[in-house]
């Protein structure tokens, strides 16, 4: 007996289609620990103009000591970073200066085309399935700092970091805000303080005419030292990747996952 063959609904091929998308994704499993002895407001900023992959996680949460956070992103994630933000009040106002350090505009979740934190601010930058199939994954000082942090991965790639509270010895010419006790709650960078006056074309910022590697030497950064010197498994300034201690990758193919700790 002759028995026709069964033939899908219309609407049945773009659902096994995802269904079957969502199969084969690896997203990767990111975990965000709050080791510091206070409260701290993590948030989260996605560059929509490079890619439009974004974390399975809100924009912007409370983290008190000791919380831990555990959510997916997907395994190509592209220009995302992660930060803290310090001393938050946002029913007072729910915009940029909603915190003392790290405020971003939309309030406790940043928006998501302009809310990229207010420096000084300590980043964890990442960039995922990238040049080579990489992982590539950073803890930057260019807009100063605020946090100390440490980036792991679950695979034997090495670790960024800057795990030292550069706030307490901060030189004064680039001391950032103060908390309510009137401690320095961040370390501008030497570009952000804007010490050499005139921030387009800036030995420090490296605009303008010291727009390359090779008119832009770290020797000619103020303040380098500080800030490479505490943390020398960081990115300190624009153009650090020649010292080897800046940007690190993992291999794509090892699926690892990665967790960041404030305050390690």
């Not at 590697?213 to 380098?224: I, K």
Request: glycine share 10%.
């Amino acid at each position: 007996m002759y028995l026709p063959k069964p033939r899908l609904l219309p609407f049945a091929s773009p659902l096994i289609a995802l269904l079957f998308c969502n199969l084969v994704r690896a997203d990767k499993t990111f975990t965000v620990k709050n080791n510091c002895a206070f409260t701290i407001w993590p948030a989260i900023y996605t560059d929509l103009n490079v890619a439009a992959a974004v974390p399975n996680q809100p924009r912007g949460w409370e983290a008190p000591a000791g919380n831990i956070s555990t959510f997916t992103v997907p395994d190509d994630w592209k220009s995302g970073r992660i930060w803290g933000r310090t001393d938050c009040k946002f029913g007072q106002d729910p915009g940029a200066t909603s915190c003392i350090t790290g405020g971003c505009n939309g309030g406790l979740e940043c928006d998501p085309h302009t809310g990229t934190g207010v420096p000084p601010v300590t980043l964890a930058e990442w960039t995922l399935q990238g040049d080579g199939n990489r992982d590539f994954y950073d803890v930057s000082l260019v807009d100063g700092f605020n946090l100390p942090m440490e980036i792991k991965t679950s695979a034997a790639c090495h670790s960024a970091s800057c795990p030292v509270d550069l706030n307490a010895n901060c030189p004064a010419e680039i001391a950032g805000p103060k908390s309510a006790s009137g401690k320095v709650a961040g370390c501008k960078s030497a570009c952000l303080a804007n010490l050499d006056g005139n921030q387009g074309d800036s030995g420090n910022c490296c605009s303008g005419s010291h727009n390359t590697p090779e008119t832009c030497p770290p020797g000619n950064v103020q303040f380098y030292d500080y800030f490479k010197g505490a943390c020398k498994d960081s990115y300190a300034y624009a153009y650090d990747e020649s010292s080897g201690t800046a940007l690190w990758t993992c291999d794509s193919g090892l699926k690892t996952d990665f967790t960041l700790t404030f305050c390690p």
